[in-house]
């Protein structure tokens, strides 16, 4: 692997250090983007998924994830007090060239978010608008240059990953079912995506077990 990518969360960062060490591939740079953050919720962020539906009924509850309401400031969850946000804040600011070549705050922050790109709620359309961005200017040219690139991000990043590199459209894409801990593979080449092990590729028209469309 020659360079890794992940969010600036907590979970996906510690997910990227296990497979990099099983990898035995401990020299890896491992790049932190804010725009590979899993989806925000907003208000119901925090809250119990089970216990928010039987309050709000089914269909209220679906309502709300689709168009959540959006945070309070200074909340606790709010992504703009995370520390590693705030470092790419401050990347932002600096002037073009600089702190590009593994400066402190560089590794600390990655991507350098504006602050007002730092979402309070998000539809999955937003996350999917946050996300390919990533993939576009970082991720494929990488892959394009021959590197090996490693992507460890949240479920919804990775759904909206998964339509932008093969054409499913947002409303099956939102529903896709990912797996916890089973690696995709793409190759710039053909532009295939395919579920390691399966050799099936991944198209709009059809999509392999277990990367099925949840219909509930």
């Known amino acids: 692997v020659d360079v890794c990518y992940t969010s600036t969360l907590k979970r996906t960062i510690k997910t990227a250090w296990l497979v990099l060490e099983a990898l035995d591939s401990f020299n890896t740079p491992v790049e932190r983007r804010w725009r590979l953050n899993e989806r925000m919720y907003g208000a119901l962020t925090g809250l119990n998924k089970d216990e928010t539906r039987r309050f709000l009924g089914e ?8 168009v959540p309401p959006p945070l309070e400031r ?5 992504p703009a007090r995370s520390s590693a946000v705030t470092a790419s804040l401050a990347v932002a600011q600096a002037p073009s060239g600089q702190n ?20 309070r709620a998000e ?3 937003d996350t999917t608008a946050r996300v390919l961005p990533c993939w576009r200017d970082e991720i494929l040219p990488a892959a394009q240059a021959g590197k090996t690139v490693l992507v460890v991000s949240s479920k919804n990043a ?4 998964i339509a932008g590199i093969s054409g499913l459209p947002l409303e099956d894409a939102v529903h896709l079912d990912v797996p916890n ?9 053909d532009r295939s995506l395919t579920l390691l092990g399966s050799g099936e ?10 990367l099925a469309v949840d219909e509930g």
């Not at 590009?100 to 979402?119: C, D, K, L, M, T």
């Not at 590729?201 to 277990?210: F, G, K, Q, T």
Request: net charge negative.
């Open 74 to 78: 200074g909340s606790c969850y709010d």
């Open 100 to 119: 590009r070549a593994g400066g402190a705050a560089s590794r600390a922050g990655g991507e350098a978010a504006a602050a007002a790109e730092v979402p």
């Open 158 to 161: 990775l759904r909206s990953l």
């Open 201 to 210: 590729p991944l198209a709009s028209e059809v999509v392999p077990a277990p």
């Open 123 to 125: 539809s999955f359309e």
């Open 181 to 189: 801990g089973a690696p995709l593979i793409f190759r710039p080449e």
């Open 59 to 66: 269909s209220g509850f679906e309502e709300l994830r689709r």
